[in-house]
């Protein structure tokens, strides 16, 4: 069975540009998170989306947006990138129910703003 | 929200010897702990779990212990090997929370 993939791998963008990140869930899966990792403030929870709807948001700007399509594929958008945007962005995928927060993450995004 | 404390931050271990990484949690509504292993370059792996109903569980090398009274999980990890050097993070989840609290992560360093 196929992992989660993240598309872009590696990312460079300017302070004010946006970005949009995508995520496939592993098959069968319908519930994606995002994270976001710095060296920092570690793995940071962004937001949790299943059937194309959010359940959860974590403390971030509202620069930092997401969504989920029908087949449970997921973007996340940044919006007017600032030099702290720099992280690695990750993408977890989970199977509903009981075992819904069993999460099996991709390898990331890594987005450097400039 | 959930705060999750991971010690130690960094831990270097001869080869064969074993290894425990201790997490504590906040939220008492917490029922679920796993934990995840990533290496360079690499997202984080799942390898070990439990949940708030088992108190030990255990994997070939890899064990889990709980507390739920004392709010603290902890990894073991015996006969370390060289590729089991990588950065070693604990969470917590609760139901319908959709979300994993994690630890500032642990650096392991298996010397040959």
């Known amino acids: 069975k196929a992992g989660v993939t993240q598309t872009p791998r590696y990312l460079i963008k300017t302070r004010g540009q946006q970005v949009t990140l995508s995520c496939s869930p592993i098959?069968?899966?319908?519930?994606v998170s995002w994270y976001q990792q710095t060296p920092g403030q570690g793995l940071q929870f962004l937001f949790e989306?299943?059937?194309?709807?959010?359940?959860n948001k974590g403390n971030f700007p509202g620069r930092f947006s997401g969504r989920q399509f029908s087949n449970s594929r997921s973007e996340m958008n940044v919006s007017t990138l600032e030099l702290g945007d720099s992280a690695l962005y990750l993408c977890?995928?989970?199977?509903?129910?009981?075992?819904?927060?069993?999460?099996?993450f991709g390898p990331g995004t890594r987005l450097t703003v400039l | 929200g959930e705060n999750v404390e991971q010690h130690p931050s960094t831990l270097s271990v001869q080869e064969g010897d074993s290894a425990v990484i201790k997490c504590t949690y906040s939220d008492s509504a917490s029922n679920y702990f796993p934990w995840y292993k990533q290496e360079l370059g690499k997202g984080p792996q799942l390898i070990i779990d439990?949940?708030?109903?088992?108190g030990e569980k255990k994997d070939q090398r890899i064990a889990v212990t709980l507390n739920k009274t004392a709010k603290h999980f902890s990894l073991h990890i015996t006969e370390t090997q060289p590729e089991d050097s990588a950065v070693y993070f604990c969470a917590a989840s609760k139901s319908n929370d959709y979300k994993l609290s994690f630890g500032a992560g642990t650096t392991v360093t298996v010397r040959a």
């Open positions: 989306y299943f059937s194309e709807t959010q359940r």
């Open positions: 977890a995928s989970s199977t509903a129910g009981y075992l819904e927060n069993e999460q099996f």
């Open positions: 098959s069968g899966h319908r519930s």
């Open positions: 439990i949940r708030s109903n088992v």
